[in-house]
């Protein structure tokens, strides 16, 4: 009996709460070390693979919606308080506005 949680049905479960985005950070690392502690090599392995593609395929959004959302935040606020708020060092914000 397959006991290995729906990942589709705990993501849409997931998205129907009002979720921060710390409680979408430790679902992300749950799942991770979820997939590390696999005993089944083979299971493991298909499970890693999964989620290697998957932040593979996301890589490139979130880096323009990382960006976008810093360049909107720049408006208003300072280099240093844009870092305060995202938990960003100044110099690592400037690199992200600038799409680095």
Sequence with gaps: MD???NTDTALEAAAEEALTARD???LVKISI??????QDSVERARVITGILG????ANADLK????A???KLRETLTLREVGEKIGMSTPRVDQVAKGK
């Design 3 to 5: 006991t290995t949680p």
């Design 24 to 26: 979408w950070v430790t």
């Design 33 to 38: 070390e979820q997939a590390l502690s696999t």
């Design 54 to 57: 998957a932040v593979k395929d």
């Design 64 to 67: 323009a919606a990382r960006q």
């Design 69 to 71: 959302d810093v360049l």
